[in-house]
């Protein structure tokens, strides 16, 4: 387990319609984020928020992949930042925004551990599986489209993040509390090879033989997990401040057993919470719980 954690804010709001979620870093932070981490016993250090450009700034662009260009631009300031951290030692901790920053932390953690000749697997905790292209996606909304990227699918800009793809292996990405696809999304997912846990294997299986499974695949001969935790994984009765809310989520307790599952393992080696929305959050609840869970994903036990 990481002894030292580096906050990474990215307060990205380019990647989807609903405004709001650039504030989320704020709101990770107003909740407690360093003081809590620090009272696990771990040294913590918060280098600010990344520049992200707004979209009152910039014309959409290209309709099929919106903001497609200062994504990509900040995503590559994600990855350097990233790449840094684990190369000091740090667990890097990526509070967006927008979950297209998914991509640049992949790039960021895959090229480290690429030095030790290593792969990477991912965990993505989501009610939505983010595999959509420019050519698939009904919105064109860049922020579900990460996934796609890190396998080697879609925008170049994306998909070549620091000279090389795929970030993982197909094998080693398994989403975990799917329940919102696309129609065309549903096609990429089943011919991609990744492993898929919908809420329908959660409600049959159980959390705890779900995520034994997860984590299996995810640490196959690699040197690491890096996990990515959309806020929406969770229903949104317990998390109603995420711009894509899904009924039918993973329950509180759920989403901690989720993640002290990861921590029991101590192969997480980064660590990405996203798409809090505080406009539509309720007494900022959505990112008291991601503090939380974060706090269980760095080893925080009940007793």
Same mark, same amino acid.
């Given at each position: 387990?990481?002894?030292? *954690?580096?906050?990474?804010?990215?307060?990205? $709001?380019?990647?989807?319609?609903?405004?709001?979620?650039?504030?989320?870093?704020?709101?990770?932070?107003?909740?407690?984020?360093?003081?809590?981490?620090?009272?696990?016993?771990?040294?913590?250090?918060?280098?600010?928020? /990344?520049?992200?450009?707004?979209?009152?700034?910039?014309?959409?662009?290209?309709?099929?992949?919106? +903001?497609?260009?200062?994504?990509? @631009?900040?995503?590559?300031?994600?990855?350097?930042? *990233?790449?840094?951290?684990?190369?000091?030692?740090?667990?890097?901790?990526?509070?967006?925004?927008?979950?297209?920053?998914?991509?640049?932390? #992949?790039?960021? #953690?895959?090229?480290?551990?690429?030095?030790?000749?290593?792969?990477?697997?991912?965990?993505?905790?989501?009610?939505?599986? $983010?595999?959509?292209?420019?050519?698939?996606?009904?919105?064109?909304?860049?922020?579900?489209?990460?996934?796609?990227?890190?396998?080697? +699918?879609?925008?170049? @800009?994306?998909?070549?993040?620091?000279?090389?793809?795929?970030?993982?292996?197909?094998?080693?990405?398994?989403?975990?509390?799917?329940?919102?696809?696309?129609?065309?999304?549903?096609?990429? *997912?089943?011919?991609?090879?990744?492993?898929?846990? !919908?809420?329908?294997?959660?409600? @049959?299986?159980?959390?705890?033989?779900?995520?034994?499974?997860?984590?299996? +695949?995810? =640490?196959?001969?690699?040197?690491?997990?890096? *996990?990515?935790?959309? =806020?929406?994984?969770?229903?949104?009765?317990?998390?109603?401040?995420?711009?894509?809310?899904?009924?039918?989520?993973?329950? +509180? &307790?759920?989403?901690? /057993?989720?993640?002290?599952?990861?921590?029991? !393992?101590?192969?997480?080696?980064?660590?990405?919470?996203?798409?809090?929305?505080?406009?539509?959050?309720?007494?900022? &609840? !959505? #990112?008291?719980?991601?503090? @939380?869970?974060?706090?269980?994903?760095?080893?925080?036990?009940?007793?």
């Amino acid at each position: 387990m990481a002894q030292k *954690v580096r906050i990474i804010g990215v307060p990205m $709001d380019l990647g989807q319609s609903r405004r709001g979620v650039d504030m989320g870093p704020s709101a990770m932070r107003g909740a407690g984020l360093q003081a809590s981490i620090k009272r696990l016993g771990l040294q913590v250090e918060d280098i600010g928020n /990344l520049s992200v450009k707004q979209p009152e700034e910039l014309p959409v662009g290209e309709k099929r992949a919106k +903001y497609l260009q200062e994504i990509a @631009e900040t995503c590559g300031d994600v990855a350097a930042a *990233v790449e840094k951290s684990l190369g000091e030692g740090f667990l890097p901790l990526v509070l967006g925004g927008d979950h297209s920053i998914a991509a640049g932390v #992949a790039a960021g #953690a895959a090229s480290h551990f690429r030095k030790e000749k290593k792969e990477i697997g991912y965990l993505w905790l989501d009610a939505h599986g $983010d595999m959509n292209t420019p050519e698939s996606s009904p919105s064109g909304n860049v922020h579900g489209m990460p996934l796609a990227a890190i396998m080697g +699918y879609g925008a170049p @800009e994306l998909v070549d993040l620091l000279g090389f793809k795929p970030k993982a292996e197909p094998g080693n990405i398994v989403i975990v509390g799917a329940r919102d696809l696309d129609a065309q999304e549903r096609k990429i *997912v089943k011919k991609s090879g990744v492993h898929v846990f !919908t809420m329908r294997d959660i409600d @049959e299986r159980g959390m705890r033989e779900v995520m034994s499974d997860a984590l299996k +695949y995810a =640490m196959d001969d690699t040197g690491g997990v890096a *996990v990515s935790l959309d =806020m929406d994984f969770v229903d949104p009765a317990d998390a109603p401040g995420v711009g894509t809310p899904v009924r039918g989520g993973v329950t +509180y &307790r759920e989403a901690h /057993l989720a993640m002290e599952m990861i921590a029991d !393992t101590e192969s997480m080696v980064s660590l990405e919470v996203v798409e809090i929305n505080p406009i539509l959050d309720e007494h900022n &609840r !959505t #990112a008291l719980l991601g503090v @939380e869970l974060v706090l269980s994903g760095l080893g925080q036990k009940i007793l």
